[in-house]
C-alpha cells in the first residue's frame, strides 16, 4: 500500500464480517476472472479426419484441418476473445532452415484462413518461432554450431509478414532473440500491416515446464543440446524487467512472461514497473501437473483451476493462455447462471 495503513485492532475490527456470506465476499472481492481473461492454445496438423490425444497433456488434442472450425467453436461459444494456434508438423516438412515457416501456404496460413472464414471476430495469435520447422528444434537456425541472432531475426521478421497476410491479427514472437521485436515491427509496417499486434514472450525462462508441449509439437526428440544460451536464467529477476523495456522499447504493444505460476513475482514485477498490458502462459507442465492431480483424485478440479487461473489476476495479468481455458469458462458460465435471481 501507498500510505501507512492503521488496520485496527480486535474485538472492534473482525475481518470475518466481510467474509460471512456469499454476497459479502463478491462484493469485497479484490479481483475477478471471466472467459474475458482467458485465451486457449490450440495445436493444429496435417492431414484429414485427425484428432489425436496428447498423451502428456490429457484432456488436449492435436487437430487436422478439417476438426479445426468444430474444435475452436467451443472456446467461441463461450466467450473466450482468442486462441492461439501452434502447428505439429511431420518430420519429413522440417528442415535446418524451417524453410516451412515462410511458405505463405504452410498449416498456419491454412488454418488462420479458416479460422477467419468461420469465426471473423474471433482474436487469432500466431507463434512466431523456427521450433516448429527446424530439424534440430531449436528456435533460429544454427551457424558455427550456436543459434545465431541476426539470421535468425531476418528470418522470423519474414514468418511474421507471411502469417500476418494469411489473417493473424497478432503475432506472438517466442523465440527470445535480441532485437527481434523492433525487426518485425519494421517488417510489419512496410508490408502495410500496421494494424497487426506483436505480444513479445518478453520473459521466457529456459523451464522444465515445457516438456509436454514439445512432446504435443513433435520437437523434444528432435531438439539437439539445449535453449539456455537465449532463454532466460530462472535465477534472475531484474533481467526480465530490462527484457521487457527493450521489448516495449522496440514496438510491442503487450508482453508476456512464460512460464505463469513459478513466475508470478516477475508478472508482479512487470505490470506494477511498466503499466502495459501483461500476459502469462500457463505452460504445458503447468497444466500436466495440475490435471494428473485432478485425475488422480488429489484436487478438486473445479476450485484448482479456478484458483490457479485467479492467481495470475492477481499477480496482475491482463490475460491468461492456458489449456484450461474451456473447461474454466464452462464452469464461470455455470456459476454465473447460478447465482440467485432477484425479482424487480
Known amino acids: 500500500m501507498n500510505s501507512p495503513y492503521l488496520p485496527g485492532r480486535y474485538p472492534a475490527v473482525r475481518l470475518r464480517r466481510t ?13 475477478s476472472l471471466s472467459a474475458d481473461d482467458l485465451i486457449w492454445p490450440i ?9 489425436e490425444p496428447i498423451t502428456t497433456m490429457p484432456g488436449q488434442w492435436r ?48 488454418a488462420a484462413r479458416l479460422l477467419k472464414a468461420a469465426f471473423p471476430a474471433l482474436g487469432l495469435i500466431g507463434d512466431v518461432a523456427l521450433d516448429p520447422y527446424t530439424d534440430h528444434g531449436h528456435d533460429g537456425v544454427i551457424r558455427g554450431g550456436t543459434v545465431a541472432n541476426d539470421p535468425s531475426v531476418e528470418l522470423l521478421a519474414k514468418q511474421a509478414v507471411v502469417l500476418a497476410e494469411a489473417g493473424f491479427d497478432t503475432l ?17 509496417d512496410h508490408a502495410g500491416l500496421q494494424h497487426v499486434r506483436l505480444i513479445a514472450y518478453a520473459a521466457k525462462y529456459a523451464s522444465a515446464f515445457y516438456g509436454p508441449f514439445r512432446d504435443a509439437l ?90 490457479a487461473l485467479l492467481a495470475f489476476k492477481r499477480a496482475g495479468c491482463s490475460a491468461i493462455l492456458s489449456y484450461f481455458a474451456v473447461d474454466a469458462a464452462r464452469l464461470l458460465a455455470r456459476d454465473r447462471l447460478s447465482l440467485p435471481k432477484t425479482k424487480s
Open 218 to 307: 513433435g520437437s523434444g526428440q528432435a531438439l539437439r543440446g539445449d535453449k539456455l544460451t537465449y532463454q532466460m536464467d530462472p535465477a534472475n529477476s531484474d533481467e526480465a524487467l530490462r527484457e521487457v523495456a527493450l521489448d516495449l522499447q522496440e514496438g510491442a504493444d503487450m508482453v508476456m512472461v512464460k512460464p505463469g505460476m513459478p513466475y508470478l513475482d516477475i508478472i508482479h514485477r512487470v505490470n506494477t514497473t511498466f503499466g502495459v498490458p501483461t500476459l502469462a502462459y500457463q505452460v504445458s507442465g503447468e497444466y500436466s501437473m495440475i490435471k494428473g492431480a485432478i485425475d488422480n483424485g488429489w484436487l478438486d478440479p473445479e476450485r484448482a483451476v479456478l484458483e
Open 43 to 51: 495445436f493444429v496438423m496435417d492431414g484429414v479426419g485427425k484428432r
Open 19 to 31: 467474509r460471512a456470506d456469499d454476497w459479502t465476499r463478491r462484493v469485497v472481492a479484490e479481483h
Open 63 to 110: 487437430v487436422s484441418l478439417d476438426q479445426l472450425v468444430a474444435h475452436a467453436e467451443a472456446a467461441v461459444a463461450l466467450g473466450i476473445p482468442a486462441v492461439a494456434l501452434f502447428p505439429c508438423l511431420a518430420s519429413e516438412s522440417k528442415d535446418a532452415e524451417g524453410t516451412q515457416a515462410l511458405n505463405p501456404d504452410n498449416l498456419m496460413c491454412r
Open 172 to 188: 506472438a514472437p517466442s523465440d527470445m532473440m535480441d532485437g527481434r521485436i523492433g525487426v518485425l515491427r519494421a517488417a510489419l
